[in-house]
């Protein structure tokens, strides 16, 4: 292959095209499709396992182009630089490993200067001393008046080059440019809370994720990222999580420019084998040394979501382990105390066993319901809740795997609890993961202690994504939520289904379970781009019978073909939307685009109305997608903004006025009461005037609530009660708030369906 293009690459940063010559570099690759996705032995994230990518995706080796470069004697292997802020000052370590091929004296020379910005140059130069092998320097260096880069919401991107050349008897041996920002980012545990501090100041971070830029990632290139980041930007998105992969150079370049912090994952996803382990460590210190100068990096995270991914097979011997288990139970449980008491039994006692049943069936209360409630009714439910509560937590959301265990643990005695609980830990299966896992608590574990090292803890580094925390504040770290998508699973106990969605978010996280959304890194649902783009995945048959035929007369071979080749879940769709009830194709795009924009717009505000109580940020689940899916994304593979994409631009303005999000349904006559919020996320203060109106559908407008507030820098005001709403007729209506901060309005609606 030719290495042209990173010739140049490496040219421009490095100044040594001279000394450049074009080789012809022939490499073996192997990329295997992996057997086993619970125990992967490559390290490449969400490249070879993930659920929105092309399933049939294979990454292959190179990705980018491949560059042999001359040097003289001496090279320079790696430059870090730590700044740190003094007042209006910055005090930059700098941190050289410098090789040589021979021992003897080598001069270094260091030039600071301003890149997109006018300012002085700063430079430093000195003899040193190098030993054959692998050399260790520091040096400080003083900059005075110190332009922070800051996000763009907060401040301005200022950007500093370091050029360190080295010279061997008189000749430039090697030269490398860095290109920097000065800030400071702190991760600080206020109580429950996860608060980012930038530069001293408290940062709220509203944000999304996002995938390899295009699967293929070797044609990503500077135009697409950076147009993807200004999307980000122009959606008042001020942090992007790079989820489970390491993107292109480039990325970070718009990042920088941009003024939008990144939170980046290591490329791990799910579930690793034990052989992954050196290949990850490896890993963890190349990715700090890629990327650890960059303005933008903001956190690291060893891992995503190290849980097992239940394949067909474990999913079948967990549905059995259950029901062993469950039968076991029901007969040692509903038996156990009669049979003791009988021969050969009866005469005996048997030590320990017998006293422990009995007094596990002692009645706790009197009476019939005494044979219920006992003592060894309340240790099963303290079971089920340690061991199944938090799992089915995670993957459905909170008060329904509460409820669920509390049944479970009525229902069966204690030994029920006991018995299915040895049965999961001894057949490693998936639900008990999300407690102790080799994954998650060995490998991730070193990975922490390596990123940390090479880091030299610059940036704060995030154990595990995706651990929730229900029962145990200290093993939680950021959250992924999907009520409205995957709690689907128990929306079939109707009259309920309204319990199950998005909306009683609130239950989730209140009380007890106040502490758990600290930081909020996925939410969201699946939907459909608009047609155009949508035939574009289709075969010709298929695209045929879609174009010619009658809705929903094709749906479900449609959904069979999208489900195999698309990631698409038609199962979850059912459940929210039911897709044969519409009329055609595009009434139902449109409306799995108004799901999940409601769905997103709901979760941004509700993440909101908790800032830095104890959210600290929200980062929505995803920005673009990687390939031809159907997935989370919010900008589809062609670069087409969805709804939910305008929705987050609107719900992460920053400022902004929301209220508690309205009922399903309103009647006619009857007074309801909102509480409003007011956010304001940028360090600038303002006088602002909010009005609060109900648009009918007959096209009446009617004003309900008029106020003027004083909003402080990075404020957050909440007034119970504030909003009276009463409706005089029905059908569908908006309730419309206008916030206007003197150099904006911003119109925020919600749509009411009111009732007789």
Known sequence: FQAEDGIRDVERSRGLGDVYKRQVLAVKVTSRDERNINKKEQVAGVFYHWDCRDPTFNPGGIWRSVLIYETGYAYIERVKIIPKIKGKDALLKIILWIGSKKKGRAKLFLKIRPKNFEGEEIVKEKEIELDEGLNYFEEEILVKDAKLWWTWDLGEQYLYLLETEVSFDGELSDRKVEQFGIKELKLVKEGSAWVLYLNGKRFYARGTNYAPSIQRLARSNYELVKNDVKMMKEANMNMVRIHAHVDIPELYDALDEEGILAWQDMPLQWMYSKKAEKAALNSARKLVQMYENRASLGIICAHNEPFKFPTTIEFVILILGFIIGAFVSWIIGTFSITALRQPPFGPYRIPFWYDLIEFLATPLIPGFLGRFITYGTIISILLVIYFYFTPLAHAVGSHEALIFSIILGIIFPWDAMLILTLWLIATDNAIIAIRWNWNKDVLDKKLVKVIREEDRDVHPIVWYSGGFGWINKAHGTDIHIYDGWYSAFYIWLKPFKSIFGYRHAKLNFSGFFKHVPRFVTEYGAQSFPEKENFLKMLPDNLRKKVEEGKWPEYYDELAKYLEKYHQYQPFFMHQWLKPKKFKSLEEFIEATQEYQAEL?????????????????????????????????????????????YYATKLSFEPVYAFIDWPKPSYKVGKDYRHTLYLVNDLYKKFKVKVEVLIEYESGDEEKVYEGEFELREDDYQKYPGEIKLRFKERGEHKIVIVLNTGEKEIRNEYKVIVKR
């Open 600 to 644: 997103t717009k709901f979760y941004n505000e509700y993440w909101r109305s908790m800032k830095y109580r104890p959210c600290g940020g929200a980062l929505q689940f995803m920005f673009t997608d990687t390939a031809p899916v159907i997935d989370w994304a919010v900008v589809d593979y062609w670069r087409k903004p969805k709804k939910a």
